[in-house]
């Protein structure tokens, strides 16, 4: 497995391509799957962005997120219908020709019948010139890798399939560790001292985050990010502490 | 209600604030729900994108998507921790000032102790100098619009409350109708036909999802969508039309 030097930071975006998330049809559940999986092997995600099903707009979310970060994962666009215009659009990106790929044709006929093969069935070989194949385990129609840029299926189970094959390729970074402390007070009483604590430690990422529970009202979590258990370690007993002052204070 | 004219297509973007939906920490729920909602009012949504908790970065997206869309909805970051950048944020974009506003003081101070509005509280109530309110019937906390650009809370059940305060305000436009047909078949049997269909109605869009279950395997749904009634019927009866060839041609 090729590894970045500990301590680099590698950086990735998410391209969601597809109408029927605009729409609201369908309800993105990639995006949450993505960002988690990459921030359990050491990659940040840093943008996401979702396009409709037009070239140009896929070239230009591409062209953006492919010279600013590491890695660009898309998903969705790459069936059989004409509404399928992932793999053309990443070659116009690259400025490469596209065709159908013997190696990804084999692995359609794995599951297909070659009767069955049809134009439409083709166009889910049609590979980029230079790419890498991002075997699919549940429906062979494979993804690829060019260059930063890595095209999955949209459908869910699928796409967490290319990803089990994608990942072990991926030069990871140093891993975000993270605690998490329920605060036992509201927001508002620990914003303060939260930022003077963040304020002290501004190598380790402080979050604070609000949920609203019927009956119950607010509670808040707060969340502790950095690469350094030992900085982690620190930040999390001086958060602690805080809590412990405010509640002293509140109990008089 | 304003109102744009019949036949006018009203645009807009969702931009998701939040280092914790990028880490996978927090699943984003809210894209999908406001996409289904403004499709319902006749606003479509053609871009999405999520950012960290970095002013440089919701700036950057901001002026992207403001400029370039009827409306901009945005969720997160207007809580009262240090990791709340949203309002100021915003205020930077539009190159204007922002201070504790008397209303959303006010609005505050329906819910919260005069005693307890403490600093941090208080940043709930930073408003963009020009902005109008949009008022918070769960936790009094509000968000505001400014220009085009509509800030709204993270938490869903607030931002759902929000989205109905807004809603009423914002010149919809005609409204994008969409057909469901479960297709009977596989998405390779019917992309070429599909697709040819699709030529023939070019102003209605039409879309092929397959969805994969265990035990099952591939389904295929497809949904036309269009703002003209009478077209959507024409294509529909020239897909039901299709689909039946197709089955009448495997059935031989």
Known sequence: MPDTPAGDIVTAAILVIGDEILSGRTKDKNIGYIAEYMTGIGIDIREVRVVPDVEAEIVAALDALRTRYDHVFTTGGIG?????????????????????????????????????????????????????????????????????????????NIMHAMLDVLAPRLGTGRKMLSRSLAAGLKEGDIAGPFGAVQKAFPDVGMGSYPNFQEGIGFTTTLVLRGRDEGRLDEAEAAVKAMLETIKAQHAQ
Do not use: Q, Y
Not at 107 to 114: D, F, Q, V
Not at 128 to 152: C, D, Q, R, W, Y
């Open 80 to 156: 059989p219908t004409h509404d399928d215009i992932t793999a053309d659009s990443v070659a116009k990106a690259f400025g490469v020709s596209i065709d159908v790929d013997p190696r990804a044709r084999a692995m359609l006929l794995e599951r297909i019948p070659e009767a069955d093969l049809n134009e439409a069935r083709l166009r889910m070989a049609r590979i980029p010139a230079g790419a890498t194949l991002i075997e699919n385990p549940v429906s062979k129609a494979p993804g690829f890798t060019i260059g930063n840029v890595h095209v999955m299926a949209g459908v869910p």
